[in-house]
């Protein structure tokens, strides 16, 4: 995660509309609880989410740390479904330099195209976690269309009754003929 901390102290600097006390105490906070690493991240050291992604309570209230920080450092957040993306791909990051706003999609790309959802890529039973083979599927698919019961379809592939009707409908395994 970080590359030889340093003690360094970072310094958040509050866009004009957010330069008050309530935003001063708020960042100083933060900034007790960051280091600074040697690529230039501000890693956030305190409470995370599941991915890494630092989290935070203040007044009561639940902050996603990097989505606080841009909002208070760089700038508003538009209504709808906007993401606050790492161009260091380092989740605990919360440097204002690292972040810039982006869509889903265009976050999913990015983080593809410098290789961090290779996973996404494979399809079927390439992944590690596929239950089944496109053999299976197919069988599945031939089952349920002959007309067969699709709890036992499904107990004889070690599936659910909704993971059979959902490959029956090419809703998953859509890549398979």
Known sequence: MSDQATPARVFFQPLPEHDN???AYFLVKVADRVILSASGCWEWTGNKLKRDYGRIDHGGRKYVLHRIIYRLCV???P???VEVCHSCDNPPCCN?????LGTHAENMRDSEAKGRNSHR???GQEKPQAKL???AVRDIRRRVAA???????AEDHGVSRATVSEIARRKKWRHVP
Do not use: D, V, W
Not at 147 to 153: D, K, L, M, S, T
């Open 96 to 100: 204002p330099a690292h972040l810039f």
């Open 79 to 81: 209504p709808g479904r």
């Open 133 to 135: 083979t496109e053999e």
């Open 75 to 77: 700038g508003s957040l």
């Open 147 to 153: 007309g067969e019961n699709g709890r036992i379809i």
């Open 21 to 23: 006390l309530n935003t």
């Open 121 to 123: 890529a494979q399809k």
